[in-house]
Each structure stands twice: as structure tokens, then as C-alpha cells.
């Protein structure tokens, strides 16, 4: 890396990872058998508190093994937010589903319960047994919440709705592991849940995913899914088509790893984010991320919002200003509903989150992020907000 260069988001490798991956080249359990792709599926669904877990290649192909074992299938709706990586409306076109784009709310940002309820009562109709979008005549299948940036959704709200139009909840708490909603860990709220381990993720097999779950049958399902559905390995019968999705004893190794540091990690995370709310609390135009009462967040991507008049710069200007001082920083995802990805797919009115999208700037959270490189980015923040009214006091006078 650069000189004096400070990243967004990088891995924190400096546990039990080099000696477990080295048993497993010692043993020569390096493909998907071996003993550590067990022991991370049991480590993490105790962790969240599920009864199974299944290990997979990545967080995407785990949102496609969650969407076909809850059922959804060609043709269906799934509501999604739009203010989201795009793997979950992703996933959902693979299974030939389409997405509904739902707002975000103001104060954390996530999936806006109210705006999925009036959706499911103004904008659905029942014909039969099935519940169908009166727009699309699609019917909808599943509801797919997103922990965005570490903070949980407000979730109760959605199950409740799920509940009364009896869709499954799928959760995708890719970003979110170790965050708590009303003391429960996300990941073990829904129906079934799914991680990544990305190299920006909190903890990382440099990629891989997670499928928890509850229910037997699901886990079962997805474990058959994700390894070519194998009904006879001896003869190669398989029952189904399949998918190779399975994650390497090497990559659990290290997953295992970093499981034994994860509460580490989010500790210093929450205390990267209470420095920046510290430290920006008298700038002015830049609001803090926020943590509701009902919720503990991993703050796993510090994220603020910029308000142009107040700061002086607008979020995209101050990415520039910060990148010539050699600090990452990185806007939040276009929301989807503007997608040329998903043009296709039904939206409701998502304002909200355009708005979030050009004010929100995700500021450099590494788990190992230096105190002295901490102060160089708020001092930058501190004086680019300066200088830039400065300017601007000139020009008026
Ligand atoms: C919200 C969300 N969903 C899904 C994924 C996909 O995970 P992966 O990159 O492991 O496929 C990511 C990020 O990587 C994400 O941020």
C-alpha cells in the first residue's frame, strides 16, 4: 500500500489464521471436505444462535440457495430495499424472480417497516390463496430485509406483517454480523439468514458465506443445493440441478480464525465510531451514523451524511478533497430502483434513499485503523469544512 495511503475497510488477519490454514495444507484437507467447514458452520450458527449453518462460496450465492429453500421461484415478487449492495435483487433475478424496490428510512437508513406495510395493503391484492402486486399481477413471495452498514433493521414490524400475508423473511445480514436487534442477533429473526466473508466484511475467508437457519429441512435443502444436489456420490446420481457453492476447508480455517477474534473486532469497530460521532459532532453539516436505542450495531461501515450548505462541500467533493490526502472514502450504493440492472423490476416511491445516496460518505473503519490515522482523517474533515466556507465567505463579500 502507499505511502501514508489510509483504505476504507481492510482485513484484520492476525489470529489463529496462519496455523489452522496450515493444517489444512499439512493434511492435505484443502478442497471443501475437511473438518474446519464444519466446526465454522457450528461456530457461527451458535453464535447467532440457529440451529444449522451452511457454509457456502460467497454471500450471493447464499442469498440464491436462501431465496430457492424459501420457495420463491420464476415469476414471483420479492420486496428488497432499494438502498442496498445489489447482491439481494441480484439473487432474486437468479431464481427468475423479480424485485420491489422499498424506501429507506431516515434515522438508520434500513428497509422502512411502514413503507413495506402500506405496500403490502395498498398496493397487493389476494386472489386465491396467493397475495399478487395489483401493478405487476405478480405474486409476492418472500421479503427480503438488509442490515445495512452494521445496524439492524427494525425488524419486528416486518415479521408482523409477514406473519398476516404469511411470506417468508429472509434475511440478509451480510453486513451485519454480530449486531443486535432487541438483544437477538440478526441473522436468527427471520426464516433464514445469510453472510458474507468478503475481504471488506468484519471477519473474512477472503470469500465465502453463510446460510443459518432454523429449519431442518431448509439446511438440509441447501446443503444438497450447494453441493451439485448429490443424491448417489458413488454412482453420480444427482437429484436435482445443483450448484457447486461450497466453501474450502482452507477458507473455514481461516473463518474459524477469525470467529475466536469477532468480538474484538466489533468492540474496536464501536469505538472507531463513537471517536468519529466525537469528533464531528461540531462540524458542521456532518451528521454522525446513528444507533437506535432498540438496536447494537457492529458500525461495521462508519458512514456520515454531508450536508452541502452547512459543510461547505457536497459528500462527492469532500471523497475528492480526502482522496488527494490520501483517505478512502466511498459513497453508499446507487439505489437500485435507478438501476439499469433492474430496470424491469417494480418500485415504489423510494425518494428517501436518493436523498441518502448523495449525502452519505463511508469513512476509512478498518479494524486496525492507527490512532494517529484516525486523527488525520477528522483533521481533515475539520479543516476541509473550514477552508471551504472560507472560500465560500469570500465570494459573498
Ligand atoms: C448487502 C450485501 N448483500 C450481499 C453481499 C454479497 O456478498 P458476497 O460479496 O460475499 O457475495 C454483500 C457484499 O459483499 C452485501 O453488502
Not at 212 to 220: F, G
Not at 340 to 355: E, F, I, K, N
Not at 364 to 371: A, Y
Request: charged share 20%; glycine share 8%.
Amino acid at each position: 500500500m502507499a505511502e501514508g495511503f489510509i483504505p476504507l475497510c481492510v482485513p484484520e488477519i492476525r489470529g489463529n489464521e496462519w496455523k489452522y490454514v496450515k493444517q489444512c495444507l499439512d493434511t492435505n484437507w484443502v478442497s471443501s471436505l475437511g473438518s474446519f467447514v464444519g466446526q465454522f458452520e457450528q461456530k457461527l450458527a451458535l453464535y447467532v444462535g440457529t440451529r444449522y449453518g451452511v457454509a457456502v462460496v460467497n454471500g450471493t450465492a447464499a442469498l440464491h440457495i436462501a431465496l430457492l429453500v424459501a420457495g420463491v421461484g420464476p415469476e414471483d415478487e420479492v420486496l428488497v430495499p432499494t438502498l442496498s449492495f445489489i447482491a439481494p435483487a441480484n439473487a432474486i433475478r437468479y431464481v427468475g424472480a423479480w424485485p420491489v424496490f422499498i424506501d429507506a428510512e431516515p434515522e438508520y437508513w434500513q428497509m422502512d417497516p411502514q413503507k413495506v406495510a402500506d405496500f403490502l395493503r395498498k398496493e397487493c391484492r389476494w386472489a386465491g390463496k396467493k397475495l399478487y402486486n395489483k401493478k405487476t399481477g405478480r405474486p409476492i413471495k418472500a421479503i427480503l430485509p438488509v442490515h445495512i452498514l452494521g445496524h439492524p433493521v427494525d425488524i419486528d414490524p416486518i415479521l408482523d406483517v409477514a406473519q398476516k400475508y404469511d411470506l417468508p423473511v429472509i434475511e440478509d445480514a451480510t453486513e451485519s454480523l454480530g449486531a443486535k436487534y432487541k438483544n437477538r442477533r440478526v441473522g436468527h429473526l427471520g426464516d433464514v439468514a445469510c453472510f458474507s466473508f468478503n475481504g471488506n466484511k468484519i471477519i473474512t475467508t477472503g470469500g465465502g458465506g453463510m446460510i443459518v437457519t432454523d429449519n431442518e429441512a431448509w439446511a438440509r435443502k441447501a446443503k444438497y443445493l450447494t453441493t451439485q444436489a448429490k443424491d448417489d456420490p458413488l454412482e453420480f446420481v444427482h437429484g436435482e440441478v445443483g450448484y457447486n457453492y461450497r466453501l474450502t476447508n482452507i477458507q473455514a480455517a481461516m473463518g474459524v480464525a477469525q470467529m475466536e477474534k469477532l468480538d474484538e473486532y466489533i468492540a474496536t469497530k464501536r469505538r472507531i465510531a463513537s471517536t468519529y460521532a466525537e469528533a464531528v459532532k461540531d462540524v458542521p453539516g456532518i451528521a454522525p451514523m446513528r444507533e437506535a436505542e432498540w438496536a447494537s450495531s457492529t458500525f461495521w461501515m462508519y458512514t456520515v451524511l454531508v450536508n452541502q450548505e452547512q459543510y461547505g462541500l457536497d459528500s462527492r467533493a469532500l471523497l475528492r478533497k480526502l482522496e488527494q490526502a490520501k483517505i478512502q472514502t466511498r459513497p453508499l450504493w446507487q439505489p437500485m430502483h435507478l438501476s439499469p440492472a433492474h430496470r424491469g423490476a417494480y418500485s415504489t416511491d423510494c425518494s428517501l434513499a436518493v436523498g441518502l445516496n448523495q449525502a452519505a460518505l463511508s469513512l476509512p473503519c478498518s479494524v486496525g485503523l492507527e490512532p494517529q490515522e484516525h486523527q488525520r482523517i477528522i483533521e481533515n474533515i475539520n479543516s476541509l469544512c473550514r477552508s471551504a466556507l472560507h472560500v465560500r465567505r469570500q465570494k459573498i463579500s
